[in-house]
């Protein structure tokens, strides 16, 4: 079976800062997700990549950029922190011919 | 727009089978019915899917009208392990913007 890798476990930034995320994924899969999901609420779709060097924007994009430099791996920038923000980044990925997603553990982000 | 109704919450006792609703009413003919389960500190992991006919795994049972406007999970004689957030997600054939929305969450009582 593979895995979802994501680093860091936990993120804590300051105001402004520009914070990236880092998803790596070992299923060889085509596509990958990035969702924010904040406490109580449901996942919201940020980036998603069909295959490598594709980018495609979500429903939140706006404040994000995102990377998809390998197959395996999709990364996620926060180009400036918002003060007091506290989120869970999710990465997931899933074949191109195949429905099933697979979920990272998630990266928690706490902005002071 | 996550596309799906569900209810905010149930609650339920160890031992009892437990049917968690959905409602998808625009489904579209190539969309599949997804459910996905989230504990705390985890991302969510796969339940089961469908299309048309009924499904059933060693976690779930998963029944969808005959008209696809709505399905039920139905977990039997649950446990204290199947407390969690169920999310009910339609899902289309190849790398698409899939939407969630918040889930159902599921206490279980001993």
């Known amino acids: 079976g593979g895995i979802i890798t994501q680093t860091p476990k936990f993120l804590i930034g300051q105001e402004g800062q520009k914070l990236t995320l880092k998803c790596q994924q070992n299923f060889n899969h085509d596509t990958m997700y990035w969702y924010r999901q904040d406490s109580g609420k449901g996942l919201r779709l940020i980036y998603y990549s069909i295959t490598e060097n594709d980018l495609q924007k979500g429903d939140l994009s706006e404040g994000y950029d995102a990377s998809r430099e390998k197959k395996s791996s999709f990364s996620l920038t926060v180009t400036s922190a918002q003060k007091n923000e506290m989120a869970v980044f999710l990465c997931?990925?899933?074949?191109?011919?195949?429905?099933?997603?697979?979920f990272g553990a998630g990266t928690r982000l706490s902005v002071l | 727009d996550a596309k799906t109704t569900q209810p905010d919450s149930m609650e339920s006792t160890e031992g009892e089978t437990v049917h968690l609703p959905c409602s998808h009413a625009?489904?579209?003919?190539?969309?599949?019915i997804y459910w996905y389960r989230q504990v705390p500190l985890q991302g969510p992991e796969y339940v089961t899917h469908?299309?048309?006919q009924n499904t059933t795994n060693s976690m779930a049972f998963l029944a969808i009208a005959s008209d696809r406007k709505s399905s039920t999970l139905i977990l039997p004689h649950v446990s204290l392990r199947d407390a969690a957030v169920y999310h009910c997600?339609?899902?289309?054939?190849?790398?698409?913007?899939?939407?969630f929305g918040k889930g159902a969450k599921l206490t279980v009582s001993p």
């Open positions: 625009t489904i579209s003919g190539n969309e599949y």
């Open positions: 469908g299309l048309q």
């Open positions: 997600i339609r899902m289309q054939g190849t790398g698409s913007k899939l939407s």
């Open positions: 997931a990925s899933r074949a191109g011919c195949q429905n099933t997603l697979y």
